[in-house]
């Protein structure tokens, strides 16, 4: 009893931080879990033909396409490959606009990869 309350101060922070960790890995979670819900909505309703409610969740995963993770931007990638021929440009298709928009993103985002990739292997020499 006496070792809790000598240490009460350190055994507070201790439990304070577990529980800051696992809201942060939580959110982290539901935030991911978000994004995906957002772009099977945004492809149901272009798909059923509700063009300007798809419009409006196009522009929000626009919106937050910079601050996506790479594996997260590969899943839309492959979601929205499956949809359209990247070949035949189609304008007019939200979905294809945004399978090209995640695409140049994830070009973008690879070039600085590689730059880094090729930074590494020069230092080894």
Request: zero cysteines.
């Given at each position: 009893?006496?070792?809790?309350?000598?240490?009460?101060f350190s055994l507070v922070f201790l439990a304070l931080l577990i529980f800051c960790s696992a809201m942060v890995v939580r959110q982290f979670m539901n935030n991911q879990s978000k994004h995906a819900e957002l772009r099977e909505a945004f492809i149901l309703l272009h798909s059923k033909g509700y063009k300007p409610e798809a419009e409006r969740l196009y522009q929000r995963l626009l919106r937050d396409l910079e601050d996506l993770p790479d594996k997260t931007l590969m899943d839309d990638y492959q979601r929205t490959?499956?949809?359209?021929?990247?070949?035949?440009?189609?304008?007019?298709?939200?979905?294809?606009?945004?399978?090209?928009?995640?695409?140049k993103e994830l070009?973008?985002?690879s070039e600085s990869t590689l730059l880094r990739a090729r930074k590494l292997a020069e230092e080894e020499k």
């Open positions: 009893m006496q070792v809790l309350r000598r240490n009460r490959l499956m949809l359209v021929d990247p070949m035949t440009q189609q304008p007019d298709n939200f979905i294809w606009r945004y399978h090209w928009t995640v695409s070009e973008k985002r």
